[in-house]
């Protein structure tokens, strides 16, 4: 039974991704997408669609990430499903705000959020709310942040899904860190580590990584602030999560050699796969313009590791 196949292969693929193996995920959600197109039948092309695109997102890969979701946001449409639809919108939403269009991400995250709560649907609720918040830290809105921060983990625990709560907690712990309210920062960052590691979620555990390692250089913990930042970059690789890597070696560049560290930012500032606030905070804090890199990322990475 080919349709039935398919919706297996794409299940397993959801959990091979879940645990970290993105080669395997990506072979088998494209295998069921492939079987999809042949019976012709719309229903479940919109979910390997989605997958796809949403692993595309995850490694860094944002222009096949684009196509993926936006064909799986015409399929959704022409269904009229409305949770689809949810979820698609939630994924575009992060995809523009890792390309630094922000106003973009902010509609799809309101029409995500609409979906959600049209249907009394938390998850998607969550992930709309936590999209919005995290636009509202990028721009400073510190106050309206928090509000969706909070309710982003309201619905979550509604869900009763480890992941969601714990993403939610990532970003009122960031949060925390802007207002130097460091101890708290940690509390909150420690708590999403453990649901990540209970739910065995690696992408979420190299998250949480950058976080800590964030903070503990903020407290001047130099020693923890390193190891955590380099257990952030060797899990991000391991996984093929090049945005994740590119944010754990910008973290570092204060621990670096000076000449390393200009390396990583000028890195850093013209990687297709850096999320656009990473590059915008380097771009930041340096005085001149950062010419592009001619190091290759591999080349980089095994300096940095050798150095920390």
């Not at 890969?61 to 959704?76: C, G, K, P, T």
Request: glycine share 8%; charged share 20%; hydrophobic share 45%.
């Amino acid at each position: 039974d080919c349709y039935e196949t398919a919706y297996a292969l794409n299940n397993w693929g959801m959990a091979a991704m879940g645990l970290g193996l993105a080669q395997e995920a990506h072979d088998l959600f494209n295998r069921s997408l492939q079987m999809r197109r042949q019976q012709k039948r719309p229903w479940g092309l919109g979910s390997a669609l989605y997958n796809l695109g949403y692993l595309c997102v995850l490694q860094g890969d944002f222009a096949q990430a684009q196509a993926y979701l936006h064909e799986a946001l015409e399929v959704y449409r022409t269904l009229s499903d409305a949770r689809g639809l949810g979820l698609v919108l939630a994924g575009l939403g992060q995809l523009y705000t890792s390309l630094g269009e922000y106003g973009a991400a902010r509609e799809m995250f309101r029409q995500s959020l609409s979906f959600g709560l049209q249907l009394g649907d938390p998850f998607t609720q969550s992930a709309a709310l936590l999209g919005l918040g995290t636009l509202d830290g990028i721009e400073y809105r510190n106050e309206a942040c928090n509000q969706r921060l909070q309710a982003s983990l309201e619905a979550a625990y509604q869900t009763g899904d480890q992941i969601s709560i714990a993403r939610a907690l990532v970003g009122l712990g960031r949060l925390a860190m802007r207002d130097r309210a460091y101890e708290r920062a940690l509390k909150l960052q420690r708590q999403a580590l453990d649901r990540f590691v209970q739910s065995h979620y690696p992408w979420g555990e190299a998250l949480a990584y950058n976080h800590l390692g964030r903070t503990f250089l903020a407290l001047g913990e130099l020693a923890e602030g390193k190891a955590y930042y380099q257990l952030a970059l060797e899990q991000a690789l391991r996984l093929g999560a090049i945005p994740l890597a590119l944010r754990a070696m910008a973290g570092l560049t204060p621990q670096l050699e000076a000449s390393l560290a200009q390396e990583v930012w000028r890195l850093v500032a013209h990687h297709k796969s850096a999320d656009a606030w990473v590059r915008e905070e380097i771009r930041r804090h340096t005085s001149e313009p950062l010419p592009p890199s001619l190091v290759p990322l591999e080349e980089i990475v095994q300096r940095v590791l050798e150095a920390t």
